[in-house]
């Protein structure tokens, strides 16, 4: 079982910044809007993978650190330039710059992280390292 930090002002911070984008997204929109990509995250016994939603996100417009067990995912999504004539009538999609970070476990390899980009989707695949294995020692009461 991982020991997860708790952040709890982190968790106002979202819900206030879900509220603000509630209430002004439609009425202040801009070219350089922050958005934050959906990810699911899960484990197996050798690796730890990160899948982030990143739509139309080409993989060239992506940067992938990883820095004192925090991974950080960041970028930018281009919105497309209006063809002549074409007037928009509703745009729903999320375009600007997007961060998201993850603390890591210390049980991973940090030299062998690598990343993946297909269809929209991307994989950050995190190997974990053998971790020395408790052995149960029976000890002689005396």
Known sequence: ???MRWEP???FD???NRY????????LRSDNEEWTPSADIS??????????VLPEVRREDVKVELENGVLTISGERKQEKQ??????IRIESFYGNFSRSFALPEN???KNVRAESKDGVLKVHIPKT??????AITINVQ
């Open 1 to 3: 079982m991982n020991i």
């Open 9 to 11: 002002l982190r968790e």
């Open 14 to 16: 979202e819900l206030f």
């Open 20 to 27: 603000n984008f509630l209430t002004t997204r439609n009425m």
């Open 43 to 52: 484990e197996t016994d050798k690796e730890y993978l990160i899948k982030a």
């Open 83 to 88: 063809a002549k004539g074409e007037n928009e």
């Open 108 to 110: 991973i390899d940090a």
């Open 130 to 135: 053998e971790t020395a294995k408790s052995k």
